[in-house]
């Protein structure tokens, strides 16, 4: 069956250090992947996009990198702050292109 | 700035009330969707558009329907509300995926059926 993974529902880390998180999925073939950021009793909002062809992205001091064998993509937070502390999501086109599915959401807190 | 529009925050119905969730987005996108989202369980799609008139069931769409008269505005209905509909429910847009756009939500209706 089809499924999406993160890798623990919630990561406490220390302000400065990097966070990483973790997406797998099985039985999904997707063109590209994104990642989210939630913040409690709020929509999500959309960070960033990585597509099968490429092999990282970067965005100020956000990096995803999407390795289509393993079928993962990892999510770095480097020089966290605590107004990072938010869960985030990954989500990837169904097969048939139509639908966004959304993994569970790690919650991260970046402690002072 | 685009725009996701949610009419209502905050939603108290009785059971087997009629409910109304409004949704409108001001950016010309073809693809509408409407999630619930529960504690351990994630975001699930109830309906999506693809287009005005056009609907598709999601992962759970029993106990709900939807409509889509115009582009910009897709509403979620719940024919009578039970308790187990009580949940976040966040309406989302984007262009279409296979070019891989992005998908754009609205700030949640939080709605308790008592």
């Known amino acids: 069956s089809q499924k999406i993974e993160q890798n623990s529902e919630a990561l406490n880390i220390q302000e400065g250090k990097t966070a990483t998180l973790t997406c797998n999925y099985t039985n999904y073939s997707p063109a590209y992947l994104q990642w989210y950021r939630q913040d409690p009793g709020r929509g999500p909002v959309f960070l960033l996009l990585i597509r099968e062809n490429e092999k990282e992205k970067r965005k100020e001091r956000l990096k995803v990198t999407f390795d289509t064998t393993l079928k993962q993509s990892l999510f770095h937070i480097t020089a966290s702050q605590p107004a990072d502390s938010a869960t985030y999501l990954c989500a990837l086109a169904d097969n048939y292109g139509q639908n966004f599915v959304f993994g569970p959401g790690t919650r991260l807190s970046v402690l002072p | 700035d685009v725009k996701v529009t949610q009419s209502s925050r905050y939603l108290v119905k009785r059971t087997g009330e009629k409910v109304f969730l409004e949704c409108v987005q001001d950016m010309d996108h073809e693809n509408m969707f409407w999630y619930r989202q529960d504690p351990g369980l994630g975001l699930r799609l109830i309906y999506f558009?693809?287009?005005?008139?056009?609907?598709e069931k999601g992962d759970i769409p029993e106990g709900y329907s939807v409509s889509r008269e115009k582009k910009e505005r897709f509403s979620l209905i719940l024919e009578s509300a039970s308790t187990n509909q009580t949940s976040m429910y966040l309406c989302?847009?984007?262009?279409?995926?296979?070019?891989?756009?992005?998908?754009?939500f609205g700030e949640g209706s939080w709605l308790t059926v008592v």
């Open positions: 558009s693809y287009d005005v008139k056009m609907k």
């Open positions: 989302a847009s984007s262009l279409e995926q296979l070019s891989g756009n992005t998908i754009y």
